[in-house]
Structures are given as C-alpha cells and as structure tokens.
T-cell receptor, first 113, second 113 residues
Framework: QQQVKQSPQSLIVQKGGISIINCAYENTAFDYFPWYQQFPGKGPALLIA?????SEKKEGRFTISFNKSAKQFSLHIMDSQPGDSATYFCAASKEAGSYQLTFGKGTKLSVIP | DAGVIQSPRHEVTEMGQEVTLRCKPI?????LFWYRQTMMRGLELLIYFNNNVPIDDSGMPEDRFSAKMPNASFSTLKIQPSEPRDSAVYFC???????????FGPGTRLTVL
C-alpha cells in the first residue's frame, strides 16, 4: 500500500521558472512532512520540512504548501536553476510511536537553460 | 564530521553469494536506518535501530536479509544467499532525533548477477 503518492514522475522547467511537485497522503496520523533532494550518485538530503500546524513554510527559493483537509502538500521551487536539477522525494511520518519515513516515488526535475 | 560512511560503494556478486554492506553513522546519532532504493519501488525502509537495538525490521524482505549493530559506530546489512532481484542501491542513514533530519550515506550499489 503506497501511503504517499507523488506527482509528476518527471518535470522539465526552464531556468527562472517555477517547479511544482505534489504529494498526497492517506494516513491522517502523519504529522511531519519533509522533502528530500537527491543528486545522481548521492544519498538523499533534507531540503525543507513542515509540520501541520502551519500551511506554508518558506526557505529561500523553496516553499512547502500544506493542505491538511485535502491531505496534500507540495513543493514550489521559485526561479528554478540548472543546479536544482535532481530527484525530489516527499515523505511523511508520525512524530510519536513510529519513526518510519514513508517516501513518495520521487520526481526527477530537469531545469534547462 | 565526515557524514555517514558506507562501504563498499559498489558491489558486484554472483547469485548465491553472501554480501555484507557496512555503515558508520554520524558520531552521537542514536538512530540508524537501512533503506533500499529501486526504480520500481522507490525508497523503502528495511530496518532501523535505536541505541544499537533493532526497533522495526518489518521492511526486511525475507530471511535472507539480516542486520546488526554491534556498537554505536558500526552496522552491517547482510544478504545470504543473494539473488538478482536484490540488485539495488542500499542506503544507510542516521539521525539524532526522530523524525528530525535523517542524514543519508552515499549508498552501496549492489549488482547480483
């Protein structure tokens, strides 16, 4: 059972454009939602994370939008740069009890000049 | 800190052979995670440890897989006997607070012929 659904699988954006990646979750007990960034040949690295007490979190060019009622969250990359080309994973977990991060399948982002 | 260290980075072996993957977590981190990444299934948590004790091994695919953490600075993931369907990238990650940031190693790319 896939508990976190991520879309699109791949995304091509022009330099300077906005990249948007969406995730939906099923388990209402999830209360921690991180995004990880992975470059080829490297392990994933935490990019930004949100907890459901806020609807939006911004760090530089990266913003998470969170919709608790719809059980959806998304990553927006403003002014996308070629250096942002990577695979992005959304994830979800419960802070108490289980410490398992459930990952989405990933989105391969290509930012073209 | 050197980050999470994994060895070997690449492993090619023949079906039926024993494979041992190694991980050194970041010093001071209490949690250690083993993940497997494939195109088909994405990132899957296999097992995680807290203070060297296995907490949840429900993701271990079958009895051919075993993991140990004899001390706070070393963990192994063993596959015996290996099969071609075990071919994947195996990541080790560690964290000091869960579900706070998990720091991933560079991964071991395993190919079973």
């Amino acid at each position: 059972q896939q508990q976190v659904k991520q879309s699109p699988q791949s995304l091509i954006v022009q330099k300077g454009g906005i990249s948007i990646i969406n995730c939906a979750y099923e388990n209402t007990a999830f209360d921690y939602f991180p995004w990880y960034q992975q470059f080829p040949g490297k392990g994933p690295a935490l990019l930004i994370a949100i907890r459901p007490d806020v609807s939006e979190k911004k760090e530089g060019r990266f913003t998470i939008s969170f919709n608790k009622s719809a059980k959806q969250f998304s990553l927006h990359i403003m002014d996308s740069q070629p250096g942002d080309s990577a695979t992005y994973f959304c994830a979800a977990s419960k802070e108490a009890g289980s410490y398992q991060l459930t990952f989405g399948k990933g989105t391969k982002l290509s930012v073209i000049p | 800190d050197a980050g999470v260290i994994q060895s070997p980075r690449h492993e090619v072996t023949e079906m039926g052979q024993e494979v041992t993957l190694r991980c050194k977590p970041i010093s001071g981190h209490d949690y250690l995670f083993w993940y497997r990444q494939t195109m088909m299934r994405g990132l899957e948590l296999l097992i995680y440890f807290n203070n060297n004790v296995p907490i949840d091994d429900s993701g271990m695919p079958e009895d051919r897989f075993s993991a140990k953490m004899p001390n706070a600075s070393f963990s192994t993931l063993k596959i015996q006997p290996s099969e071609p369907r075990d071919s994947a990238v195996y990541f080790c990650a560690s964290s000091s607070l869960v579900p706070d940031t998990q720091y991933f190693g560079p991964g071991t790319r395993l190919t079973v012929l």
